[in-house]
């Protein structure tokens, strides 16, 4: 059984500082794809009239905030259930590589996500107990995710879980406790965004593809193999820009929406290291499928304001 010991900071003049340590801990590069959905979300609000700062920036908050807790919990329990080895193809995990040890990166989880939850607070205050409710079930899934009796990611559920709260969730909660309201439009532009953010969880486990079958990881890429998992990241990154043209086309968005269009040279080049390369390769193709999230979630703001 694996054991992880925190690294003494001074042991070695190389070592990374504590600050340091939990920057890698909280994987900012993921940061973006949590921020887009609130992006998306917030600029439909601001078409129809109804932005409203302070839940808005409260929203941004919890997505980073769940991302966050997600991450170190994904990294813990990982430790914790020998997923994680010194053979890994993605970056460095702190608790497998002993930079901090499974009681820090526990406590950092539990503040993290006690913050994500006094947010909330606050939001229910604005829209009501129902923002309670999600946003349980949404810290209780970020631990889940990895953690727990039945870890969502180690058994094909993790698309599922990215798509609903990183994706649906998201986009349509940030929208909800701006406007009070919601609508098929919302729904279906968080279809589109929460497809890219999926396709970031699918990069991932084709990148671990054979990692994750040794240790019994039983993702979908597990299941279904590297062939198929292309075509799943390939659907999922076509979808969003057939999906907005459509709504453009049929008049329920206004046609500055296909400013989200200037991002697919970006979406087309990590879809080519996606077909193209294996194992470490598709560390560059995942930051490039967060970048399109972001880049396209901006962009379809940017086609609100002006729109409007």
Known sequence: MHVS???????????????????????????????????????????????????????????????IGSNLANDVYDDERGADTTDRLGPVRVTQSGLLSRDQVKRG???????????????????GVMVLVIGVAAIVAAVAYTGG??????????????FLFFGLTSVVGTYWVQTGTTSVLAWLVATAIGAIITAIIVV???????????????TVAVRIGARATKFEYGTLMTLPYALLTILVVMHALPLAALLTWLSLPLALRATHRVFAQTG???????AETGQTALVYSVLFAVGMVLAR
């Open 5 to 67: 010991t925190p690294v003494a900071p001074d042991s070695n003049p190389e070592s990374p500082s504590t600050l340091q340590r939990w920057w890698l801990a909280i994987r900012p590069k993921t940061l973006p794809a949590a921020a887009a959905g609130v992006i998306v979300g917030t600029a439909l609000a601001w078409r129809n009239g109804g932005f409203s700062l302070g839940p808005a920036l409260a929203a941004l908050g919890v997505a980073l905030l769940l991302q």
């Open 109 to 127: 989880m539990k503040i993290v996500l006690a913050l994500a939850f006094a947010i909330g607070i606050y939001l229910t205050f604005v829209r």
């Open 149 to 162: 009796p039945y870890p969502l990611g180690h058994h094909g559920l993790g698309e599922v879980f990215v």
């Open 204 to 218: 991932n486990n084709l990148r671990d593809i054979e990692q994750d079958r040794a240790a019994n990881k039983r």
């Open 280 to 286: 470490r390769s598709l560390n560059a193709a995942l």
